[in-house]
């Protein structure tokens, strides 16, 4: 089992369409609320022990941070489209899918109770399968609309599900990390230290970095600067801002202490970054 990171940037939601069974996907977890939709055949996903199949048309919802697994069955064939996405994707609407009871929300297309949003959320995920696997010029500004949409559908879904066994949701560890996550997201610019993030989450500074780091696999600073860097790299492709002056919109101290992070996460200085990119 392994962890995967975070989804955070200018794309912070991962996208998949094609056979799931073929390759299957060995048994992670991860920060990211799990979405898969079975559009043909059978797709048997096993999510912390329990396994459970999906038909052409229903869907599963899996919290974050439980461990889960799609079988490789070679064959089977089964057509899904696979989503993550989290709080840098969906802000505080994020809370919405994580504020139930356990690890799995199942979706069945013929429960007659949701049936009509059901198939407006199915057609829309129609739509998008295929704009993905076309990948036009600017269906990337479709697809991050649909995406909205469904996850506007799949909050409506959800709070109709009558079987808690079946609902999910988050620990308080998880919840109060998505503070710091939030602010690292909003207030990057800003000089974010450990004793102020811990504070707002409500922990010690000593307990705050080790359930940050057992809850996302990473350090504080590490996601901080990760996503500083990120932002960065769109600044300096797309603005004339001078590296200094990056260096500053993006919450660093001084231009050495920038420098040495960029290198270190980008295998090359800023300068360069600009250069090819440009």
């Known amino acids: 089992m392994f962890y995967q990171k975070m989804l955070i940037g200018f794309t912070p939601y991962f996208l998949s369409v094609g056979n799931v069974s073929e390759h299957g996907f060995d048994t992670h977890y991860h920060y990211e609320t799990e979405i ?9 996903i096993v999510c912390e022990g329990r396994q459970i199949t999906l038909s052409a048309g229903d869907s ?6 439980s461990s889960h697994s799609v079988v490789r069955e070679e064959n089977n064939y089964c057509e899904a489209m696979v989503l993550e996405f989290g709080q840098a994707f969906l802000g505080r609407y994020y809370d919405c899918f994580s504020s139930r009871g356990s690890s799995v929300c199942v979706i069945r297309k013929d429960d007659e109770i949701m049936r009509d949003d059901y198939m407006e959320l ?12 076309e990948n036009s010029t600017f269906d990337e500004l479709f697809i ?3 995406l909205y949409k469904i996850a506007a559908l799949l909050i409506g879904l959800i709070s109709e599900q009558n079987d808690p066994a079946l609902s999910f949701g988050k620990s308080k560890s998880v919840s109060n990390v998505e ?5 690292i997201y909003n207030r ?10 811990s504070s707002t989450c409500g922990y010690s500074k000593s307990n705050f970095c080790k359930i940050f ?9 590490n996601v901080l600067n990760r996503h500083r860097v990120e932002i960065a790299c769109h600044l ?5 801002l001078t590296i200094e002056e990056i260096s500053r919109e993006t919450g660093f101290p001084d231009l050495k202490g920038f420098c040495r992070v960029f290198k270190n996460e980008m295998n090359m200085s800023a300068g360069e970054y600009r250069r090819i990119n440009t």
């Not at 599963?60 to 941070?65: D, F, G, L, R, Y």
């Open 36 to 44: 898969c939709f079975c559009m043909g055949g059978k797709c048997n």
């Open 60 to 65: 599963a919802v899996i919290s974050p941070m």
């Open 122 to 133: 199915i057609d829309i995920v129609e739509k998008t399968a295929e704009m993905k696997k």
């Open 144 to 146: 991050r609309s649909n």
């Open 179 to 183: 503070k710091a996550l939030e602010m």
């Open 188 to 197: 990057y610019g800003e000089a974010l230290d450990i004793e102020t993030v």
């Open 213 to 221: 780091k057992k809850v996302t696999g990473e350090t504080f600073h």
């Open 236 to 240: 300096l492709k797309e603005s004339s």
